[in-house]
């Protein structure tokens, strides 16, 4: 019975420091959003970036013959979108610090500068993953399809979240400087 209502105790002072550390009322629209789209990006590395499909080579691209098993995450891909994730985190990091109860917020000089330049960046490496797509697929080669198939590598949706959230955040993060 002890056990029980100190958990119960616990979960709702738990409960009641959220709301207090994450009030809507605190945080502006801008702030929000970026935040958002920085939880959307840190996810959205680890889901599958890339998808596969086998075709003829002289069939148009309706359609296809098969597709292999699996998919690839972005961190598979690219060990270099590990930087995404991290920089969402330290946008993550400043925006709370910032949205902060009274008592414990802290200013961040050059704000709205700081968070257009850590959303730039990670634009930037979001659209080099993007747009890199890998030549191989793991367990299957070229030359094993020979000279009448082709290995087609397609993107998937964890690519397409990333890439959406990174630009919704660049001009969001640009927008609020305007506004200023």
């Not at 699996?70 to 930087?83: D, K, N, Q, T, Y």
């Not at 008592?103 to 080099?128: E, W």
């Amino acid at each position: 019975m002890l056990a029980s209502n100190r958990a119960r105790n616990l979960r709702t002072r738990a409960i009641l420091a959220a709301r207090e550390w994450f009030s809507p009322e605190r945080w502006s629209v801008n702030d929000a959003l970026i935040a958002i789209a920085a939880v959307l990006l840190t996810g959205s590395i680890l889901g599958p970036w890339f998808r596969a499909t086998v075709r003829f080579k002289t069939s148009p691209d309706i359609g296809y013959l098969m597709e292999p098993k699996g998919s690839e995450s972005g961190i598979e891909a690219h060990a270099f979108l590990w930087v995404v994730g991290a920089l969402a985190l330290i946008e993550l990091a400043v925006l709370i610090v910032r949205n902060a109860p009274d008592r414990h917020a802290l200013p961040v000089p050059g704000y709205h500068k700081l968070m257009v330049v850590i959303t730039a960046l990670i634009c930037a490496v979001v659209m080099a993953g993007f747009f890199w797509r890998p030549t191989t697929w793991p367990g299957i080669s070229q030359s094993q399809l020979g000279p009448f198939f082709t290995l087609v590598i397609g993107w998937g949706f964890g690519s397409v979240v990333a890439l959406a959230a990174a630009v919704v955040s660049v001009g969001i993060a640009v927008s609020a400087i305007r506004d200023r």
